[in-house]
């Protein structure tokens, strides 16, 4: 009997021991938060945690690093581009925000990254070809394992393009993945700015036919975009996951390989916090930071009463005091009956106490201005609709709503009421939106459906200004949350 027990502690530890372990960190959608806030996040954080780990990793970026702050604005997107050069990155892929500063800057991203830059769906348009800078994959080696990693760009850049073309991007991993196959790798990776929130019920997404169709030949699919958290979700086998936005986390990939095969064994993921009391910081890292901060933005240009969060804390209430404080301010600039606001474009929320202009260009990081025109009705009703999935992406002042969704995510029984009167589909309505929106960029694809000239700029000031102007009322109140309501 005893002899038996041996020998199956030996067969077992000979079946554990060939195992290998290899170490993959993910960021995404930094926007250039180099900084801590509240005491999380920051590179030097991340550094803490890189430095603390096991020697040798892949370090990757799911996109969207170049614009979000000052330091990013002022730069366009050069001093991420340092950063990341100073974290020693393997890799990023293209977000929509690369393209924020058009297509030089784009250029001078790449000219100046020392990382690669992976975008297997990112071409020359008038060649095919793929732009100097830029692979549609990379294959590593990390202590003796083969991690191939294919990038894929996100399909709506923030500002047009002409001299390169981003295609469809399934069918752009298929090729690369067939190439890379080629090479025998162990693990293979797919980095994407594009997030696992778009898959959903009724509504499938590319990211999610990644497992659907590709379980087996891609292990690990890193998402972004979404600003969403997802650990340790599996498709088909493949492991997803996405790591939140502004540097407040970073995703820990353990892949287990056979030591003997080399083949793929299994992959688990790990949110880790970058909580600088638990972390620390990196010296080094921290000083390079430090001095890329930009001067005279810490001016205080007004107050607030209480924190204006980003997400409501009332159940049911879909709407935010940060999102509804940009609605009224850009309804207290102009007169129109309704005024939208796309989520995305506040960043950040505001503290509590002094509002310095950091917090306003770090909440409206963006040069919109404003555009007014008339609608009718049904298209408000239609633009609200949509703006209700995948989730809450339009904020408003003017205009109130309530709404149920289903399993599969269908939209219910919407009311919508202007300034207390149920929505007239026949009448016509004036509204305001950033210049973004009304161009028919992003959450206002809508508006670019509408008889060109329907909207027209209104001024010159930059939403930036109109929000730092409104500050100059008195101290600011949190708005109260239940403009949009779940029921």
């Known amino acids: 009997m005893k002899k038996l027990f041996l020998l199956l502690v030996f067969l077992f530890a000979a079946a554990v021991l060939p195992a290998k372990t290899t170490i993959i960190y993910h960021t995404s959608d930094t926007h250039g938060f180099f900084y801590p806030r509240d005491g999380k996040g920051g590179f030097a954080a991340l550094a803490a945690v890189l430095h603390n780990g096991p020697r040798n990793y892949l370090l990757l970026d799911g996109g969207d690093f170049a614009e979000g702050t000052v330091e990013t604005q002022r730069s366009k997107g050069l001093k991420a581009v340092m950063m990341l050069n100073q974290l020693n990155y393997d890799a990023a892929t293209v977000g929509n925000h690369e393209f924020a500063f058009k297509e030089e ?5 790449l000219n100046q990254a020392q990382f690669a830059v992976l975008a297997a769906n990112l071409t020359l ?35 047009p393009i002409k001299k390169y073309h981003i ?33 959903r019920m009724g509504h499938p997404n590319y990211i999610g036919d990644i497992g659907r169709m590709l379980g087996g030949r ?3 699919v890193l998402g972004g975009h979404a600003h969403k958290i997802f650990q340790n979700e599996y498709r088909g086998g493949v492991l997803f996951a996405e790591s939140g936005y502004y540097l407040k986390y ?13 083949e793929f064994v299994s992959a688990k993921s790990e949110l880790i916090p970058l909580d600088i009391k638990k972390t620390g910081e990196n010296k080094e890292v921290k000083k390079a930071a430090e001095a890329l901060r930009e001067s005279g933005v810490d001016d205080v240009v007004g107050q607030t009463s209480a924190v204006l969060e980003k997400t409501a804390r009332t159940a049911g209430h879909k709407d935010s005091p940060a999102d509804n404080w940009v609605a009224d301010a850009l309804c207290r600039e102009v007169q129109a009956d309704v005024c939208i606001h796309n989520t995305g474009g506040a960043r950040t929320g505001l503290p509590e106490g002094e509002v310095i202009r950091r917090d306003i260009i770090d909440l409206y990081p963006f040069d919109d201005t404003i555009m007014t025109g008339q609608v009718s009705g049904a298209f408000l009703e239609q633009l609200v609709k949509a703006g209700l999935t995948p989730w809450v992406r339009l904020a408003y002042c003017g205009l109130n709503l309530s709404y149920s969704q289903t399993e599969d995510g269908k939209i219910e029984k919407l009311k919508i009421w202007i300034h207390g009167k149920r929505l007239n589909k026949k009448a016509m309505y004036t509204v305001a939106i950033n210049s973004y929106m009304g161009r ?36 600011l109140n949190p708005p109260p949350t239940g403009r949009i309501v779940e029921k």
């Open 440 to 475: 028919g960029r992003g959450e206002g694809k809508l508006f670019g459906t509408l008889p060109q000239g329907t909207m027209k700029p209104a001024g010159e000031k930059t939403m930036r200004q109109i929000l730092e102007d409104d500050l100059k009322h008195g101290i």
């Open 125 to 159: 348009a008038e060649t095919g070809k793929y732009p100097s800078g830029v692979l549609p994959y990379k294959i590593f080696n990390i202590d003796g394992v083969k991690v191939a990693v294919i990038g894929l760009a996100n399909q709506n850049p923030t500002k």
């Open 218 to 220: 891609v292990h690990v």
């Open 167 to 199: 295609s469809e991007p399934f069918a752009a991993l298929q090729k690369a993945l067939s190439e890379v196959e080629a090479q025998q790798p162990a693990v293979v990776v797919v980095l994407a700015h594009d997030s696992l929130a778009d898959d």
């Open 105 to 109: 800057g784009f250029q001078d991203i």
């Open 250 to 262: 970073v995703t820990k990939v353990t892949v287990e390989t056979d030591d003997q095969s080399g």
